[in-house]
C-alpha cells in the first residue's frame, strides 16, 4: 500500500470534514432532532393544539421513533399527552425492564455479550508533525458499556503510511478505563495505555494509574469529569533496547458538550508528572451525525514529552479526518 505526503491529501481530507459537518442532517433517531425544541416553544405558549398536531405529524414521520417521541412529549407536558400515549409508554418500559431482568439472568454471558456494548469504528486519514511529517491511513475501533457500578470504555487508534515500498510510520494506541461509582459523586479509576510507535524512539511505552474521580459538571448539553492518582509507566527504548521503570501521578479531565442535536465536541486531556519528566497529552473531536448509524469526525492529538529519547521531537501532533460507523 502507498500512501501519498502531499498536502492535497491533508486539504481535501479536512475540506471533506467540513462539508460532512455543514450537511449533515440525521435520517433517524431516537428522538427526531428538534422535536423537543418545538414542544418546549408550543408548551411555554399554552397551545395544546399546536403541540398535539406536533405529536401526531412526528408520529406519521418517524413511526419507528414512537415511543421517544411519547416520551418526549410528556417529559415537556405530561397532561397534554393522553391517557392512552401514557399506558402505552408505561407498557414500553415495562417490557424494557423485564428484558433487561431476562438479560441479566444469563450471568457472565450478559456481561460479555458482544450484542449489549456501544461499538464503533472509524476510517479516514491522519497528518502529523513531529517524528513523521505525512499524511497517513487512520484507522479507530471503540467499545464502551455502562454496568450500573461499573463504565468501560476501550479505544484503539491506528497510523499507518507506506511510501516507496517503506513503511514510513506504524503507530498503534491502546487505551482502557474503567470506573467504579462506589459513591454518588466520587468513583474509581483505572487507566491503562500502551502505545506502540515506531520512529518515536520508544518501541512501547505502557501507562498504568489508579485514582479517583469526579462528576464535576452533567447536564443534557456538556459534562465534566476529573481523575487523578499514582501510576506506573514501562518504556523501552528504540535504539538501545533498554527497558525503564518510573512512577508517576496522572490527572486527567473528559469535558463533552452537544452542539446542537447532531454536532457533538470533545475534549480529553491528561498530565503526567514522572520521575524527571512531564509529559502532556490534549485530543480534541468535532463529530457530526449523518444518520443514526454514520458520523463525521474532525480530531486533533497534541502531545508533550519532555524526555524524549535523542532524534525524537518533543512536540507531536496527529490531525485525523474520518468517518465513523455505529455497530
Excluded at 498536502?7 to 479536512?14: E, S
Excluded at 479517583?212 to 518504556?235: A, M
Excluded at 454536532?263 to 498530565?271: E, L, P, R
Aim: proline share 2%; net charge negative; aromatic share 10%.
Amino acid at each position: 500500500m502507498t500512501v501519498t505526503t502531499s498536502f492535497k491529501l491533508k486539504k481535501y481530507c479536512v475540506a471533506a470534514m467540513l462539508l460532512l459537518a455543514g450537511w449533515a442532517v440525521p435520517a433517524s433517531a431516537a428522538t427526531p432532532p428538534g422535536l423537543e425544541d418545538m414542544l418546549k416553544t408550543a408548551a411555554a405558549k399554552g397551545d395544546e393544539r399546536a403541540f398535539a398536531t406536533m405529536v401526531t405529524m412526528a408520529l406519521e414521520t418517524w413511526p419507528a421513533a414512537r415511543i421517544d417521541i411519547l416520551k418526549a412529549a410528556a417529559a415537556v407536558q405530561a397532561d397534554w399527552v393522553s391517557a392512552d400515549f401514557r399506558r402505552e409508554v408505561a407498557a414500553a418500559e415495562q417490557a424494557v425492564i423485564a428484558a433487561e431482568k431476562k438479560s441479566r439472568d444469563r450471568g457472565v454471558i450478559w456481561y460479555l455479550d458482544p450484542s449489549l456494548w456501544n461499538v464503533t469504528a472509524q476510517l479516514g486519514a491522519s497528518t502529523s508533525t513531529g517524528d513523521t511529517d505525512e499524511q497517513s491511513i487512520a484507522f479507530g475501533l471503540a467499545l464502551s458499556r455502562d454496568f450500573d457500578k461499573w463504565e468501560h470504555d476501550i479505544n484503539l487508534d491506528f497510523d499507518f503510511a507506506r511510501s516507496r515500498g517503506t513503511t514510513t510510520r506504524r503507530r498503534l494506541q491502546t487505551r482502557f478505563n474503567t470506573l467504579y461509582k462506589a459513591w454518588d459523586s466520587i468513583y474509581v479509576a483505572n487507566y491503562l495505555e500502551v502505545d506502540v510507535s515506531r520512529f518515536s524512539g520508544f518501541d512501547y511505552r505502557i501507562i498504568d494509574s489508579l485514582g479517583l474521580g469526579t462528576q464535576l459538571l452533567k447536564t443534557d448539553r456538556q459534562s465534566l469529569r476529573l481523575e487523578g492518582g499514582p501510576g506506573v509507566r514501562f518504556n523501552k527504548f528504540e535504539d538501545t533496547g533498554a527497558t525503564s521503570t518510573e512512577f508517576l501521578g496522572r490527572v486527567s479531565s473528559t469535558y463533552e458538550l452537544k452542539l446542537t442535536d447532531n454536532i457533538d465536541f470533545k475534549d480529553q486531556a491528561s498530565v503526567i508528572f514522572g520521575t524527571g519528566s512531564f509529559t502532556f497529552d490534549n485530543r480534541a473531536s468535532l463529530g457530526a451525525q449523518i444518520n443514526s448509524s454514520l458520523a463525521a469526525q474532525l480530531s486533533l492529538q497534541v502531545q508533550y514529552d519532555s524526555d524524549s529519547p535523542a532524534g525524537a521531537a518533543s512536540w507531536d501532533t496527529i490531525t485525523r479526518a474520518t468517518l465513523v460507523y455505529k455497530f
